[in-house]
T-cell receptor, first 113, second 112 residues
Framework: AQSVAQPEDQVNVAEGNPLTVKCTYS??????LFWYVQYPNRGLQFLLK??????LVKGSYGFEAEFNKSQTSFHLKKPSALVSDSALYFCAVRDDYGQNFVFGPGTRLSVLP | EPEVTQTPSHQVTQMGQEVILRCVPI?????FYWYRQILGQKVEFLVSFYNNEISEKSEIFDDQFSVERPDGSNFTLKIRSTKLEDSAMYFC??????????FGPGTRLTVL
């Protein structure tokens, strides 16, 4: 069965500094990995995905994520954080046997001005 | 840009009452899902639906829950007899084959 861990409940970073939100996963087959962002009182918005190909994936709003198969990680990164990036971030995984996603518990990112 | 829509945005009901939450998935998508989220916490999978039948469901999705795609466009979640602990945000999502899931804005269910 798939599982996702996001080891940090909360990440604080100063505006303009680089940010990293961590995600590790476990799947039985090939992983399909996703990042979503949730702003207050809103639904989940898709940021980026890794299916196959380059390990560095670029997505919306300047975010990128690096797939590391040996460490089973898919950390979300951004070179320069904005206050408007403050939100709840969810990592999700599915394997190549099915369509169902498993979401991590979420990491709350606060970007301080 | 196509999007998933959900109605109502907020539903208040009395314990024991039936509620139906409605979703209109993206039109060419094949897979449909319901999730719930309690107080901005973890997103919990409820059920997935494909080819007019449930393909997978979680332990949360007990006999009080049912899903239906009555007319080829709407996708509904029914809770037959609501409990206080059913209070949550309910999100509908849809996806194509091997693609990301697109989420609706959610319905906030409050059970009194």
């Amino acid at each position: 069965a798939q599982s996702v861990a996001q080891p940090e409940d909360q990440v604080n970073v100063a505006e303009g500094n680089p940010l990293t939100v961590k995600c590790t996963y476990s799947v039985s087959g090939n992983p399909y990995l996703f990042w979503y962002v949730q702003y207050p009182n809103r639904g989940l918005q898709f940021l980026l995905k890794y299916i196959t190909g380059d390990n560095l994936v670029k997505g919306s709003y300047g975010f990128e994520a690096e797939f590391n198969k040996s460490q089973t990680s898919f950390h979300l990164k951004k070179p320069s954080a904005l206050v408007s990036d403050s939100a709840l971030y969810f990592c999700a995984v599915r394997d190549d046997y099915g369509q169902n996603f498993v979401f991590g518990p979420g990491t709350r990112l606060s970007v301080l001005p | 840009e196509p999007e998933v829509t959900q109605t109502p945005s907020h539903q208040v009901t009395q314990m024991g009452q039936e509620v139906i939450l409605r979703c209109v998935p993206i039109s060419n998508h094949l897979y449909f899902y319901w999730y719930r989220q309690i107080l901005g916490q973890k997103v919990e999978f409820l059920v997935s639906f494909y080819n007019n039948e449930i393909s997978e469901k979680s332990e949360i999705f007990d006999d009080q829950f049912s899903v239906e795609r009555p007319d080829g466009s709407n996708f509904t979640l029914k809770i037959r007899s609501t409990k206080l602990e059913d209070s949550a945000m309910y999100f509908c999502a849809s996806s194509g084959l091997a693609s990301e899931q697109f989420f609706g804005p959610g319905t906030r269910l409050t059970v009194l």
